[in-house]
């Protein structure tokens, strides 16, 4: 249970914002809550006025952006469908609505054993004045209260015209309130007690909107605590304290309907007769789950990573700024200055590039900074979550927790042992850097599809994409624990980046640079030998000479293309088959590149032939007629001649430049 144990302690170090809306995101437009105990979040669709003395007002529909709001429940009303257990304060209309029978058509509730709603609207008022009479009275509850029990709620919202009825004086069927049944509508209440608000009170005692008062929230809970409870060990804090079975929904977002704990299956195979009940095989504390269960929502808004159904969420246990598994190296980069703009570590260099080029020691003193301003005993906890459908059981699929130091080294462990040059595009600008591409771009380049010119990634008949689901599961221990990548996915890589003319020329560059990486890893993985992309002129190893021969071949064909060709070399069509039979290939593709040879010019012809006799001088006779597959290493070899190349050509521009410059 470290992971509950994890949350708890995140929702102790921030209780102080229990109850409190904040204004989250970059546009400030998104809600978030860290929700009391005993309290959940719906999304109202009507708003009703009272004065503090109980009396109507007014009252409005409300817009869609504006509906979340905080409710007080109950264990049984939290993880209701469409029972009949009232939520305590604020509820839809067939459970507040004192003449609900009077403007709804009446409707058999099988389940129930009900024809008419008139028992909800009374086991409501109950234990609406049951807490009224309480020692744990709130004046704003009271008068919700006090209106309510007049009955009368869909006499006033029909004469406000929020409600609308047909010619028989029924509420009309058709109409709907954000897409909700107008006769289900949800009602929050606003309790306007003429007080002057006091706008350095942070408690909202002052605000006539009760989902928002936390002086409201404490009275509920403190009610809540003192009802006599069933009391068991709790296995999450050892403790004997009020145990429940009850486990909240909504935990990746306001629809999800999944739960991440779960005890209520009393007919299946459950106990298989071991236990009597099931907190015999299980009892967790409710404080204790509503603690865990209520940060982890928390966290997930304010920062989790959600994408067709798995949720992944990282935070630092200070809840410090953090770098995050899905980010690329460019991208760690450009957060150093969202995140520590203020800090002395920032280095303007390192935020405000001018050339397009993101390197290695850029990359290095970002995380450098991220290292400043940890606490030695500061934790990072990453967990994944994941479900088949919106209904039914969430499982974790990955929890981990390291110290802070150790999850930065992990990463920079994971970009050095990767790290090739890579490129996007940012703003619509290309830019390369040095380190390992995202989750997602990886995903693209092992399993992406070419559909107008972008890789994209096979949607099921709900519209997920499963594959990126896979490989973020199977890529995140590698990245945090140092596991070894798995074989069968650098095998795909190399597999693709061999089939250049099945993609546009940006969309294989993307996927080569992708699988040098993962060979890159892998040989360091498994092997321990160390590879860069500087090309090492005096290696061996026959499938990095045979790369290194391909892109020779290529090159020197391409000199002689006009600057307007954009045909693909030789090279380039007989990758495939080159990478299978390479010896046998090889003299397919060296044939057809004489006649390029000779059309160039002969300083050019020289140099490319010489260059291609000293990368045979490399091979064994026996090496060099080997035909069997070649493996990932032709990659790097082929990248790293290419590499050399255009930054020798390069150098060689630049050096013209200067002398033209010093000659004038």
Not at 241 to 248: A, D, E
Not at 324 to 332: C, R, Y
Not at 637 to 655: E, L, M, T, V
Request: hydrophobic fraction near 35%.
């Amino acid at each position: 249970m470290n992971w509950a144990s994890s949350l708890c302690d995140l929702y102790e170090k921030n209780k102080h914002l229990a109850g409190k809306f904040q204004s989250w995101g970059k546009d400030g437009q998104k809600q978030l809550i860290l929700l009391p105990l005993s309290h959940n979040t719906v999304l109202a669709q009507i708003e009703v006025a009272l004065d503090g003395q109980g009396n109507f007002l007014r009252a409005r529909t409300l817009a869609k952006e504006e509906a979340l709001t905080l409710i007080p429940v109950t264990e049984a009303s939290a993880i209701r469908t469409s029972g009949p257990e009232p939520h305590p304060l604020m509820d839809s209309l067939p459970y507040i609505a004192g003449d609900y029978d009077s403007y709804v058509r009446a409707k058999e509730d099988k389940e129930n054993n009900l024809t008419t709603y008139r028992g909800r609207y009374d086991q409501y008022i109950r234990n609406l004045e049951a807490w009224c009479l309480s020692d744990y009275v709130h004046k704003k509850a009271t008068a919700v209260f006090i209106y309510l029990k007049k009955a009368h709620l869909i006499k006033d919202l029909i004469r406000e015209k929020v409600l609308i009825v047909d010619d028989d004086g029924f509420l009309l069927a058709s109409k709907k309130v954000q897409n909700i049944a107008q006769e289900k509508a949800f009602v929050r209440f606003r309790v306007e007690t003429g007080e002057t608000p006091d706008l350095s009170d942070e408690t909202g005692r002052f605000l006539p909107e009760i989902w928002k008062d936390t002086t409201l929230h404490s009275s509920y809970c403190r009610y809540f605590q003192s009802q006599p409870t069933k009391e068991m060990l709790c296995y999450l804090t050892g403790d004997i304290n009020r145990v429940t079975g009850s486990y909240p929904k909504k935990i990746r977002n306001e629809g999800d309907q999944t739960k991440i704990i779960s005890s209520n299956d009393t007919d299946g195979y459950t106990f298989r007769g071991r236990f009597a009940n099931s907190y015999e095989a299980f009892s967790i504390g409710y404080e204790a789950s509503q603690k865990a269960l209520n940060a982890l929502k928390w966290i997930i808004r304010r920062q989790g990573y959600l994408r067709d159904g798995l949720c992944v969420v990282t935070w630092e246990s200070d809840l410090k700024p953090y770098v995050s598994v899905f980010d690329d190296a460019a991208d760690i980069v450009a957060h150093i200055n969202d995140d520590y703009c203020d800090d002395d570590f920032t280095d303007t260099a390192l935020v405000e590039q001018d050339t397009n080029q993101i390197t290695a020691a850029q990359f290095n003193r970002a995380l450098d900074g991220y290292f400043e301003v940890l606490n030695n005993n500061s934790d990072m906890v990453v967990m994944s979550l994941d479900a088949v459908s919106t209904k039914g059981r969430l499982a974790m699929t990955y929890f981990n927790r390291m110290p802070s130091s150790h999850y930065i080294k992990n990463i920079a462990f994971w970009h050095e042992s990767c790290r090739w040059q890579h490129a996007k595009y940012v703003n619509k600008r290309r830019i390369f850097f040095e380190g390992m591409a995202a989750l997602s771009d990886i995903a693209l380049a092992l399993y992406g599809t070419e559909q107008n010119g972008f890789l994209k990634l096979k949607t099921d008949a709900n519209g997920k994409a499963p594959m990126l689901v896979s490989t973020f599961q199977r890529l995140i221990p590698c990245m945090l624990e140092r596991k070894l990548i798995p074989k069968d996915m650098v095998r795909l890589a190399v597999l693709r980046a061999s089939t250049p003319l099945a993609y546009e020329n940006y969309n294989w560059r993307k996927i080569l640079s992708v699988a040098c990486s993962l060979v890159k890893k892998t040989k360091l993985d498994w092997k321990g030998e160390a590879w860069d992309m500087t090309l090492q002129e005096d290696c061996t190893d026959r499938s990095y000479l045979y790369g290194r021969l391909l892109a020779v071949a290529g090159l020197a064909e391409e000199a002689t293309y006009n600057p307007e060709e954009k045909r693909e070399t030789n090279a380039m069509r007989y990758m495939n088959a080159f990478s299978r039979r390479p010896y046998r290939t090889w003299q397919i593709i060296y044939e057809r590149l004489k006649p390029y040879l000779n059309k160039l010019p002969e300083a050019y012809n020289v140099y490319y032939k010489k260059l291609l006799t000293e990368i045979h001088a490399l091979f064994t006779p026996e090496l060099f007629a080997d035909d069997r597959p070649l493996d990932g290493l032709y990659l790097l070899g082929y990248y790293s001649q290419i590499r050399k190349h255009y930054s020798k050509k390069n150098d060689q521009q630049d050096s013209k430049s200067e002398e033209k410059g010093g000659n004038e």
